[in-house]
């Protein structure tokens, strides 16, 4: 099963606007990342989030951590149509090498 | 930094044939990890080498799937034979260190078996 569960699946917004994703996880973690993915390409890492940090950001984007509610929240403000992509959240389940990604959530930005 | 290189970027292959994906990982990454990418599964890890050493093979769904690391700088992921419900996009990714290290993918390998 998913150790992170993206939500919502699908978000669409207008240019301009702010968008939040959400991410739940199950098990203890030593970090937490954020990736998007365009159509037709790989994974590109956005942001890490350590277990010990709350809140990081990085230009446009803003992630919060909440380890006590197992669970992430990723906001791009300002939105633009190149934002149009689907977004991941992956953990290291219980500190472990290997990385664990949710099913993502597709945003559309609609200019 | 020519990033992660997959080939081919299409595949599409009748049943029961053998099929070889290629990856080659950035140079100096220890790490290199095999995903398959469905609609209806997401992101599946199958396997994942340190130091081209597997280290945790458990996603790998079957015995008709295998993986080697034969150098620092070349991986092959096999399916042997080949069913249709392998159809799915397979991604190599490489990173310096362990889950703290943000993975650098390939654009991945399109598999349509039919």
């Known amino acids: 099963s998913q150790q992170g569960e993206e939500d919502p699946q699908a978000l669409s917004i207008q240019e301009g606007e702010n968008a939040t994703m959400n991410c739940s996880y199950k098990?203890?973690?030593?970090?937490l990342q954020w990736y998007r993915q365009n159509s037709g390409r790989g994974l590109v890492h956005l942001i890490l989030?350590?277990?010990?940090?709350r809140e990081k950001h990085s230009g446009r984007l803003r992630v919060t951590l909440d380890t006590s509610k197992k669970s992430s929240s990723l906001l791009i403000t300002a939105s633009r149509a190149a934002d149009t992509a689907s977004y991941f959240c992956?953990?290291?389940?219980?500190?472990?090498?290997?990385?664990?990604f949710g099913k993502g959530t597709k945003l559309t930005v609609n200019p | 930094d020519a990033g992660v290189i997959q080939s081919p970027r299409h595949e599409v292959t009748e049943m029961g044939q053998e099929v070889t994906l290629r990856c080659k990982p950035i140079?100096?990454?220890?790490?290199l990890f095999w995903y398959r990418q469905t609609m209806m599964r997401g992101l599946e890890l199958l396997i994942y080498?340190?130091?081209?050493?597997?280290?945790?093979d458990s996603g790998m769904p079957e015995d008709r799937f295998s993986a080697k690391m034969p150098n620092a700088s070349f991986s092959t992921l096999k399916i042997q034979p080949s069913e249709p419900r392998d159809s799915a996009v397979y991604f190599c990714?490489?990173?310096?260190?362990?889950?703290?290290?943000?993975?650098?993918f390939g654009n991945g390998t399109r598999l349509t078996v039919t």
């Open positions: 140079s100096g990454h220890d790490y």
């Open positions: 992956a953990t290291d389940p219980g500190g472990s090498e290997k990385l664990v």
């Open positions: 098990t203890s973690i030593n970090n």
């Open positions: 990714a490489s990173s310096f260190a362990r889950g703290s290290s943000p993975l650098h």
């Open positions: 989030i350590r277990s010990n940090e």
């Open positions: 080498f340190n130091n081209n050493v597997p280290i945790d």
